[in-house]
T-cell receptor
Framework: DAGVTQSPTHLIKTRGQQVTLRCSPK?????VSWYQQALGQGPQFIFQ???????QRGNFPDRFSGHQFPNYSSELNVNALLLGDSALYLC????????????FGPGTRLTVT | GEDVEQSLFLSVREGDSSVINCTYT??????LYWYKQEPGAGLQLLTY?????DMKQDQRLTVLLNKKDKHLSLRIADTQTGDSAIYFC????????????FGQGTTLQVKP
């Protein structure tokens, strides 16, 4: 049983560019959440998708947007990249919207130069 | 507001027990979690506890919850060098919608 997968593993972008990160949830899971983990910090909740809709959002600007597909996979898009967007982006999946068991993927390391 | 706090560093000898502590502010948090993160990796779910429980044991791991004081601890028995990692405490956000509030992480160093 494949766990949560994310692509790409690493990414280097320039300020002002746009980036798309991808996540496939664990088999049987229908809810996907995205987190940003800055160096030396705990993960910060960005948003959660369920039934192809954004159900809850953390304190992140509108530059951060997402999408969930009918197969439950998800994308995180970040526009107008800033140096401060450099972080590890983690995707988590859970079997229902309550999400009492959340399993994380390995993350995508984004570096903005 | 919602906040989770942990001490930043713990050092123990191999074979000893480790106790990592965490406090949280939101009394409506339904689930409390412990995750492990090794260098360059994602988060591994170790265990979680429902807020109406005060203890949960899973092999070498024991979780204690004091709901009155909003205090959570993780005890690792017979700590091994492979347990060296960063341990994150997380609390489910209000309304139990799946949002997790994480602490800053406790770095566990296990000396041989």
């Amino acid at each position: 049983d494949a766990g949560v997968t994310q692509s790409p593993t690493h990414l280097i972008k320039t300020r002002g560019q746009q980036v798309t990160l991808r996540c496939s949830p664990k088999s049987g899971h229908d809810t996907v959440s995205w987190y940003q983990q800055a160096l030396g910090q705990g993960p910060q909740f960005i948003f959660q998708y369920y039934e192809e809709e954004e159900r809850q959002r953390g304190n992140f600007p509108d530059r951060f947007s997402g999408h969930q597909f009918p197969n439950y996979s998800s994308e995180l898009n970040v526009n107008a990249l800033l140096l401060g967007d450099s972080a590890l982006y983690l995707c988590a999946s859970s079997p229902d919207r309550g999400g009492y068991e959340q399993y994380f993927g390995p993350g995508t390391r984004l570096t903005v130069t | 507001g919602e906040d989770v706090e942990q001490s930043l560093f713990l050092s123990v000898r191999e074979g000893d027990s480790s106790v990592i502590n965490c406090t949280y502010t939101d009394s409506s948090s339904t689930y409390l979690y412990w995750y492990k993160q090794e260098p360059g990796a994602g988060l591994q779910l170790l265990t979680y506890i429902f807020s109406n429980m005060d203890m949960k044991q899973d092999q070498r791991l024991t979780v204690l919850l004091n709901k009155k004081d909003k205090h959570l601890s993780l005890r690792i028995a017979d700590t091994q060098t492979g347990d060296s990692a960063i341990y994150f405490c997380a609390a489910s956000g209000s309304g139990n919608t799946g949002k997790l509030i994480f602490g800053q992480g406790t770095t566990l160093q296990v000396k041989p």
